[in-house]
């Protein structure tokens, strides 16, 4: 009865309860064991992840794709689905998936996120045949490519992130030469074709950037587009770096044999080394300031003062506060070029659900190594070990707007 009655309560005062219930031992596990029922309860894919293709064009020293060794076909991390499958997803295949009965009489996300899907040439075709089943079409990109595929998008796009990871020179010391004014110009391009897409930034903060992010901000919310006219950014996200550390990775695989998950692979910068003094006064400038065409600045997860900073960075990964239960195995999929299934672009890639091209995803979606994983998932109540400082567990704050 409870858990309906709070079900009914309005978001403020849903959000007053969920930080009360920190102060008691009782109520916390009560609404923990509440929001674990009703992510297990609410089962049903509404996300859809395509791999376009299996290699991108930047270089960021952070992200796992840089570190695929296509001689000896091995890889580790988010760059595992990329081995031996086919550099582009014909259209076939994608036709294939969205036709597919899971996704009989839903209308669901479909996000192109893998790995930089504006370096496929048929981006636009799959576009135009997921918005022929009204499905809600997002592009997750760097931006290099946006004015070169403008034309072919931008009518059939509704969301569009671009990562962006500080202003001009360190943008492009992390990401490679002119990434940055490409970008830049490519979101202007296609905000004046279509002024309605919802236009997202994700800035990753590490400690390459991190004394930088309020000089970015600033950047963002003052672009003009090449009609001297205001690009309006309907959010701004600063999202702290996801990472596997070697005691998250060896906890995963003490406890859950059969379902491990390997260490993060990052160049020689440390990218946790930050002076969590100086990021909170960032965090704090960022927090005072009053954008003009930015509708929403978020933080994933909410990091409101130091000792949760602190903790973030903490490289035996404890679970952040109510950042402890993850959905992704519930509602969502992706599909790498080969027609292998996972759940996400970063979540145990080593665990191949199945292959879309042996049996339909409806079966796989409930098959015996999708069962297994959500049974083992639920015994460490929606959250491994090595999921801990993964953005699908963290919920975005708002810090403006």
């Not at 991108?56 to 499958?85: K, M, W």
């Amino acid at each position: 009865m409870f858990y309906k009655i709070y079900s009914l309560l309005p978001k403020k005062l849903k959000y007053f309860l969920r930080n009360k219930v920190n102060n008691s031992n009782l109520t916390t596990e009560s609404y923990n064991n509440y929001r674990k029922n009703k992510i297990v309860s609410n089962f049903g894919v509404v996300d859809l992840i395509i791999y376009a293709n299996n290699f991108c064009n930047a270089h960021c020293g952070f992200c796992d794709v840089t570190r695929v060794d296509y001689e000896t076909q091995t890889a580790l991390g988010i760059g595992r689905p990329l081995v031996g499958s086919p550099v582009y997803m014909k259209t076939e295949l994608f036709k294939k998936i969205i036709d597919d009965p899971l996704f009989q009489d839903k209308k669901i996300s479909v996000n192109f996120l893998m790995t930089e899907p504006l370096l496929s040439k048929n981006i636009g075709e799959m576009l135009s045949l997921s918005k022929s089943k009204n499905f809600i079409n997002k592009i997750t990109t760097n931006g290099f490519l946006l004015e070169k595929r403008a034309e072919a998008i931008y009518d059939k796009i509704d969301h569009l992130q671009v990562s962006i990871d500080g202003p001009q020179d360190l943008h492009d010391s992390i990401r490679g030469k002119n990434f940055f004014a490409r970008a830049i110009q490519g979101i202007k391009v296609i905000k004046n074709l279509n002024s309605k897409v919802l236009l997202e930034i994700n800035v990753t903060i590490t400690s390459v950037n991190y004394l930088r992010l309020f000089e970015l901000l600033k950047y963002l919310d003052n672009i003009k587009d090449n009609n001297n006219n205001n690009v309006e950014i309907a959010e701004v996200r600063f999202q702290f770096i996801d990472f596997v550390s070697e005691k998250m990775s060896e906890e995963q695989s003490k406890h859950f044999p059969t379902i491990p998950q390997s260490v993060s692979t990052i160049d020689d910068v440390d990218y946790l080394d930050i002076d969590i003094d100086k990021l909170y006064d960032e965090l704090e400038k960022i927090r005072l300031y009053k954008s003009k065409n930015i509708k929403k600045i978020t933080s994933k997860p909410k990091m409101n003062d130091k000792k949760m900073l602190q903790k973030h960075f903490d490289k035996n990964g404890p679970t952040l506060g109510l950042n402890n239960k993850c959905h992704t195995p519930y509602t969502q999929i992706a599909v790498n070029t080969s027609g292998s299934v996972y759940w996400h672009m970063r979540c145990f890639n080593n665990y191949v659900l199945g292959n879309i091209n042996i049996k339909p995803l409806k079966e796989i979606w409930i098959d015996e190594k999708a069962k297994h994983f959500r049974e083992q998932f639920e015994k460490s109540d929606l959250c491994f070990p090595a999921c801990t400082r993964c953005c699908g567990l963290m919920e975005t704050h708002a810090i403006k707007g």
